[in-house]
């Protein structure tokens, strides 16, 4: 433990004589939260209030039952407002001007066609000025394509069983697939309900425990160019000390930057990350993922500037993918399930756990999943240093 | 007493490659060995397997009669290395270097404070020592690296190519200092290309290269192999290629290397007497304008030895 203590104490020392520590674990990520806080976050969050507008050719029922359904969600009562547009011309021009978030269209013949077993198709009109609008629009027509491929499916067995055409309609709603009905508790959605200030303060906490880690690696690297390392390991001490010790101030210095991204995230914004010991969890179990995910990287660079790129290749990659840039729901579908491959999508997704009301418990699988991403990349970080480094 | 160092069939591969051969020697308690051998020989690889910083792929290594294997951290408490490369921090001092590199080696504080105090005075920097060693030069960077090793008073010193790079008052220095720690019975193992260091520093000296110890004994055991060759030193004005080729078919020269662009280094029997011959058979190729016949020396036996020189 002793020598745990000595070196970790010099790369501590080291990471503050050069003022690298300050500004890369504090100034940048407060500073850069507070900053996309101030441009995207508030109370002005367009989901909170999203106009969808529709246009319906078609008249029949399939519709009214949309709109019936989407206002008695509870997740989207007193945010959702629809307007009736005569034409897809009126809705974009509604949503040029700002009237309208993003509008569904439903084509002449739509009700009709689904209640046949022909399927049907809607499309939504989008603003990449209102993106969350957009998100919402998008998710009900989801559900609605779940629902007409349902719908399709029954009514076409249920022929091919025999049942007469003019029957069928009957038949199926008799049988469970009664009429459209919605149920809008996806993630996007809820998505919609943090404040921009903490996803984005979040965000930047997230990928810059990369950096504040990648610090440490960078100084592993130097010790071994400099020779030092080599000294270090010639030392009575176990093997393994110098790596540890290097990495325990990375993850301390880790853990103080999203700490301090978070309170600073709190104190500007006054607004809340989620209850304290869920996000500390997190926290926790992010800092621990990065840290060794930067020592794996580490372990295959040969120079300071090659841990430094490859740092920052994986922190931006895994930032973006992860939601801690781009806000996930604004991805590609499989980009959104990629993200679970990063430990800043779990996190993000605890997060928004989190403001969606639940505690400690409901984030014990983000916290558990991104605790084992580090330990996946800690293992193989140890086989790849016995193997190089300390080999 | 415990032999300070005994190594058996050390062997080290990279892929295909086998940089080091089964090396073997052993020190005595207080004896100053010599590795002497030309860059790229596996002194240096030979030696990061002796202090625990590369895995042989064979042999052994006991420091003291401890395992380095077995029990790398008993065996690592009696070495003090001194690497080839200065392995200081530049934005530091002297001092904070010592003390730092100290604390690894568990030394209590006050005890470390003194005997921080202690290496500073004999590698000749108390004066300088709370100056970044940035600022030093490459003699005084050197003699910080070696103080580093001293601190923990190791029964074993290995001080791998400590003279490199360092102006001619520092290399005195360091052999100065070096001669007086084996005076006072420290064990060493000192490696490098430069002859007359090993001849003046060690009392036993192995001869590596290309990954092989070729010879081990004292200079006189090792001059001895030679029989009655002498060395001969030909500077020529001409083909020193063709010229050396030439005087290797002489009846009576072992060995003929090129030592520069105008040099030639043979081994020959009564090389006094031989250097009509000599001058007569680099005729046609090259004009013999200097000669120099030595007494056998280590020189001559690495030459007899490995077919080569101590090439820098």
Redesign the interface.
Known sequence: M??LL??GG?ELA?RL?DGTALLIALIAPIVLATMFGFALGGDDDPPLRATIGIVDHDGGEFPASVRREALNAEELRGVLTFKSYVDDTAARAAIDSGEAGAAIVFPAGFSASVGAGDGGEVTVLESADTPLAGVIARSMVDRISALVDARTLAVRASLRAGVPPEDVKLFVEENGAAGPSLELASDPVSGGAVDLAVYYGSGMAVMFAFFVVGLSARGLLTERQ???L??????????WTAVAGKGAVGFLLALVSMCATWLSSELIFGASWGPPLGVLALILAHVFAATMIVMLVASGARTDAQADGYTLGVAFVFAFLGGSLVPVYNLPDFLQTVSLATPNGWVSAGLTELAAGGGLADVALPVAVVAGIGVVAGVLAVLRFRKGML? | MKPALVCTDLVKRYGDRTVVDRVGFHIDEGEAYGLLGPNGAGKTTTISMLVGLLRPDGGTVTVGGVDVAADPIAAKRLIGYVPQDIALYPELTARENLRFFGRLYALPRRELAARIGEVLELVGLADRADDRVETYSGGMKRRTNIAVALLHRPRLLILDEPTVGVDPQSRVAILDNVERLVAEGMSLLYTSHYMEEVERVCTRVGIIDRGRLMADGSKRELVAELGGSDRVELVVDGDVEATAEKLRAVEGVSEAVVTGTSSVRLLATGGRHLLPTLIAAASGTAAVTGVEVVEPDLEAAFLHLTGSTLRD
């Open positions: 002793r020598p000595v070196v010099r080291a004589r400099l020779g030092t080599a000294r270090m390991r010639a030392a009575p001490i176990p093997a080999a």
